[in-house]
């Protein structure tokens, strides 16, 4: 780990994309909680968390193009000087009580483009600054990274929302996308060109090279369709944490720790995997999936505060085996000039999660929040079961060390 550490300009680039998840997660919390507080309507709370999760089933394969393109670090800190305007101005309209709730959805679309570029550019970069010799626990430190942040984003959320108010969270989330901002300058800057070669290969080609690597991978058809299910049926739960909260009696502090328990499984696990080297990926990225989902129906069913707590860290342990594994598994399984369409590929396949957001919304407005969330994870586990039936390669043949191209399907690629 310390060998890691030393890499130039590693830390300040984990410190970096460890802030920008905090201010991606505290607003999802922050802006969830708002909703409830504003409205009585549950599909409002999945609306707001489907938002943030938009762009990237809109908008995967052509960030995952741009990315392979374009100098990475440039395209982060142009997102983040985008992003500190529109963070500045709803933290004022919070503030100032003209906030309405439709100004949360545009905030929330704004803060999943950012999350695109994070997916697309940003764990493409840590690959790069670290190479493979250290990929396999930096892109796990990555995960880690998101689950401290998401804990962080809601513990402290609900903390200043209560002490404070609701403005005070919005001010921080502005505050931690500048200091991200900050750090990112302090990670040099790339010796070499773009991967591909913008004056030869179009964007086009790129996104239909992406496509011919999802027909010639079958792990990585596997991964993927594991990652859609997983995306559907479980982490469209997360806005619907302060509605069962109030099915408790929980305060707003005891909300964001509601809301933090998921991380701080996912951060626990995270640590685990990150500190050993892992052979089994691809069985770990599954157990993962059915470690959630499963805690994900105790959780639906807990009588009382203290068991759903407990159901959640576990629920955050599974996705935390689930999300250590993710990136690795994709950008291994890409060549040089393909890691940024591959993590096109794999933000599409998130990108469904506002389709699982819409439909647990509907259902937790017909049969309630309680019986929504237990048909999502029974749902999930059998159709995971039936995929893996019919596509079990990311359990047995995930390809570890990147897929063979045939020539044909070969892009240009700059030495």
């Given at each position: 780990m310390s060998e890691m550490l030393a890499v130039p300009g590693y830390k300040a680039l984990f410190l970096s994309s460890w802030l920008w998840h905090t201010t991606r997660w505290g607003g999802l919390f922050s802006c969830g909680y708002l909703v409830t507080q504003l409205t009585d309507a549950p599909i409002l709370n999945q609306l707001v968390g489907a938002s943030i999760f938009a762009p990237m089933l809109f908008g995967g394969l052509i960030a995952g193009a741009l990315s392979d393109r374009l100098d990475r670090r440039r395209v982060i800190a142009t997102a983040q000087l985008i992003l500190m305007p529109i963070s500045l101005v709803m933290f004022v309209l919070v503030q100032t009580g003209l906030v309405r709730v439709w100004m949360v959805f545009p905030f929330m679309i704004a803060l999943g483009i950012g999350g695109l570029v994070n997916m697309t550019a940003q764990r493409a970069l840590i690959y790069e600054t670290v190479g493979?010799?250290?990929?396999?626990?930096?892109?796990?430190?990555?995960?880690?990274?998101?689950?401290?942040?998401?804990?962080?984003?809601?513990?402290?959320?609900?903390?200043?929302?209560g002490a404070v108010g609701i403005g005070a969270a919005f001010g921080l989330m502005a505050l931690t996308l500048c200091l991200s901002a900050w750090l990112l300058r302090k990670v040099p800057r790339a010796t070499t060109a773009p991967p591909i070669a913008?004056?030869?290969?179009?964007?086009?080609?790129?996104?239909?090279?992406?496509?011919?690597l999802l027909r010639r991978s079958s792990g990585m058809a596997s991964m993927l369709g594991v990652t859609v299910v997983f995306n559907?049926?479980?982490?469209?739960?997360?806005?619907?944490?302060?509605?069962?909260?109030?099915?408790?009696?929980?305060?707003?502090?005891?909300t964001g720790v509601l809301g933090a328990a998921v991380g701080a499984g996912q951060l626990l696990s995270g640590l685990t995997f990150a500190s050993f080297h892992v052979t089994q990926r691809g069985r770990i990225y599954v157990g993962g999936v059915v470690l959630a989902l499963c805690s994900l129906a105790i959780f639906a069913l807990a009588p009382h505060y203290a068991l759903g707590l407990i159901a959640l860290i576990a629920a955050g342990a599974g996705s935390g085996g689930f999300g250590s594994m993710q990136s690795v598994l994709v950008i291994e399984a890409a060549g040089d000039g393909e890691r940024g369409a591959a993590l096109g590929l794999l933000s599409t396949a998130i990108g469904v999660l506002p389709l699982g957001m819409l439909l647990l919304g509907i259902s937790a407005e017909v049969l309630g929040a309680q019986r929504a969330l237990l048909m999502s994870s029974c749902a999930g586990l059998a159709v995971l079961a039936i995929w893996l039936s019919r596509q079990p390669a990311v359990l047995t043949s995930f390809p570890r060390s990147g897929v063979a191209r045939p020539a044909a399907q070969q892009i240009s690629v700059v030495e």
């Open positions: 493979p010799r250290f990929a396999g626990r930096a892109l796990p430190m990555e995960a880690v990274g998101s689950s401290s942040s998401s804990m962080a984003g809601a513990l402290v959320g609900g903390a200043l929302i913008s004056e030869t290969v179009s964007v086009t080609d790129q996104m239909r090279s992406s496509v011919a559907l049926f479980y982490f469209a739960f997360i806005p619907l944490v302060p509605v069962m909260a109030e099915r408790f009696g929980a305060s707003a502090l005891l």
